[in-house]
C-alpha cells in the first residue's frame, strides 16, 4: 500500500513538471504595452484584434493590476467592462447562431419547394398525358355509323 | 443503368446531412466570425454550383448551333433552371450573414457582389428573353446566347475575387484552410455535386415530358 502511494505521489510529481506554466515574462508584457502606445490609434486597433487570446489575457491583467494599484476605483471600470463585454459577446453569439439556422432552413426549403415543385408538375403532366391517350385511343375504336338515306 | 447511376447519385447526395450536422460541430470556431463562419460550408458550395451551371448551358448551347438538336437546348434550360435555383441560395444566405458581420445587408461597392448581382440579372434575363418567342428555333438560338453572356458573368463572378479587391467579402480562403475546415468543406463540395446531378436529372426528365406534352398539344 505505502508502494502505492508512493509511485501516485510521484506520478503527481512528474505531471506537475511537465504542465508548469510559461507566464509572460514582465519584460515582454511592458514591451509589447510600449510598442501598442507608439502606433496611432487605427494601426493600434488592428495590432491589438491580431492578438492571440493568452498574449490578450496576460496584457489586460497587467494593466488592471497596475491602474486599480494606482486608483482603486478601477476596479469597477474594469469589472463593468468585463460585465458588458460578457453580455455584447452572448448577443453576438445568438445572433449569429440564429443567423446560421435560418441560412440552413431556406437553403433546405429553396432545395425542397424546387424539387417537389420538379415532382408535382410532372406527375400532373404524365397524368394528363395518360388521359390524352385513353381518348386517343376510344376516338380510334369508335364504329363509325354509316347513315342511308 | 440510368436508374442505378440516380440511386447512386442520391446516396451520395444525401452525405449532405451528416455534413451539414459535422460542420455545426467539428471545425474550431474562426474567432473573428464564431458561429456565423459555419455558413462557409452551405454559401460556397452553393455558389460554385450556380457558377460552373452557366458553364454546362453555354457548352451545350454551342453544341446547339452546331448540330441543331433539340437535346441540347434542354440541357440549356435545365442548366440555367438549376443555376437560377442556386444562384438564389447564394444572394438570400449572403445577406444574412452579412448582417451580422458587416452590419448592412449589401454592399453595392464590393466587386464580388456585384459581379454576383451580374449573374443572377443574366440567368434571369434568359428565362425573359427565352419567352420572347414562340418560333420554336429562335427559342433555341436565344437562349444558348443568353447561356453564353450567362457564362462571361460566371467566370467575371470567379474571378473579380481574385483580380479586384474585395470591399468587404473575404478573399479567396482555399490555401489558409485548417485541416479539420477542409475536410469539411471538401465534404460538402462534393455532397452539393451530387446533389445538383440529382436536380439536373430530375429538372431534365421535366423539360423532356413537358417539351412531349407541348408538341401534342399543339398537334
Known sequence: ?149 | MKNIALIINIIFAFILIPVTILALVYPPVIVSQGQAHRIFYIHVPVAWVSMYSPIIASVAGMLYFITKKSFYDRIVVTSMKIAFIFALGVVITGPLWASTEWGTFWNWKDPRLMSFFILILTISSFFVVRNFTDDLQKKYMYSAIMAILATFASVFTWFSIRILTPDTHPGPVLHTMSPEIKRIFWLSVLGYHFFFLVMFYLTYQYEKIQELYQQLRHH
Open chain 1, 1 to 149: 500500500m505505502k508502494h502505492l502511494i508512493k509511485i501516485f505521489i510521484l506520478i503527481h510529481v512528474f505531471i506537475a513538471f511537465y504542465l508548469h506554466a510559461e507566464p509572460i515574462s514582465k519584460e515582454i508584457l511592458e514591451n509589447k504595452i510600449e510598442e501598442l502606445k507608439k502606433l496611432d490609434p487605427a494601426t493600434r486597433k488592428e495590432k491589438i484584434e491580431l492578438l492571440d487570446y493568452e498574449t490578450s489575457a496576460s496584457i489586460l491583467s497587467y494593466l488592471r493590476y497596475k491602474y486599480i494599484k494606482e486608483n482603486p476605483e478601477m476596479e469597477i471600470v474594469f469589472s463593468m467592462y468585463d460585465h458588458i463585454s460578457n453580455l455584447n459577446a452572448i448577443e453576438l453569439s445568438q445572433k449569429r447562431l440564429n443567423r446560421l439556422l435560418i441560412v440552413i432552413v431556406f437553403i433546405l426549403l429553396l432545395f425542397s419547394v424546387y424539387l417537389t415543385y420538379i415532382l408535382i408538375s410532372q406527375n400532373k403532366i404524365i397524368k394528363e398525358l395518360k388521359e390524352f391517350k385513353i381518348s386517343n385511343t376510344k376516338s380510334s375504336n369508335k364504329n363509325f355509323e354509316v347513315f342511308k338515306g
